[in-house]
Nanobody, 120 residues
C-alpha cells in the first residue's frame, strides 16, 4: 500500500494551494483519510480528516479556510487551502487508515510529505 501526495509549493499570504493524495496497492477498505502537518520544531498535528461516510473534522486554526474532500471510488483525498497564512508553513502528510484484508485490522499509512511554504 502506498500513499502518493502532491500539490505543495510556495505561495504568498492570502493565496491558495490544493493538496492531493492517492492510495494505491492491494487493500480491502479505507476508513478515515486526512492531512497532518509538521512545522519545524513542532509536533505533527491533525489538519483535517474525513471518514468514508463523509464526516469531516478540522483543526480550529484552519476552519473556514481549508476544505477536505474525498473520492471513495478513486481512493483519493484532497485538501483545498485558501487564505493561507505564514503559520500554515509546514510539511503536510497524507494519512489513511487502511485494512489490507477482511480479516485484518485498520493500520495507519502515511504519504511522503509535501512542503507548503507561505511567504511573501
Amino acid at each position: 500500500v502506498q500513499l502518493q501526495a502532491s500539490g505543495g509549493g510556495l505561495v504568498q499570504p492570502g493565496g491558495s494551494l490544493r493538496l492531493s493524495c492517492a492510495a494505491s496497492g492491494s487493500f480491502f477498505s479505507i476508513n478515515a483519510m486526512g492531512w497532518y502537518r509538521q512545522a519545524p520544531g513542532k509536533q505533527r498535528e491533525l489538519v483535517a480528516a474525513v471518514t468514508s461516510g463523509g464526516s469531516t473534522n478540522y483543526a480550529d486554526s484552519v476552519k473556514g479556510r481549508f476544505t477536505i474532500s474525498r473520492d471513495n471510488a478513486k481512493n483519493t483525498v484532497s485538501l483545498q487551502m485558501n487564505s493561507l497564512k505564514p503559520e500554515d508553513t509546514a510539511v503536510y502528510y497524507c494519512n489513511a487508515r487502511i485494512r489490507v484484508a477482511v480479516w485484518a485490522t485498520y493500520v495507519d499509512y502515511w504519504g511522503q510529505g509535501t512542503q507548503v511554504t507561505v511567504s511573501s
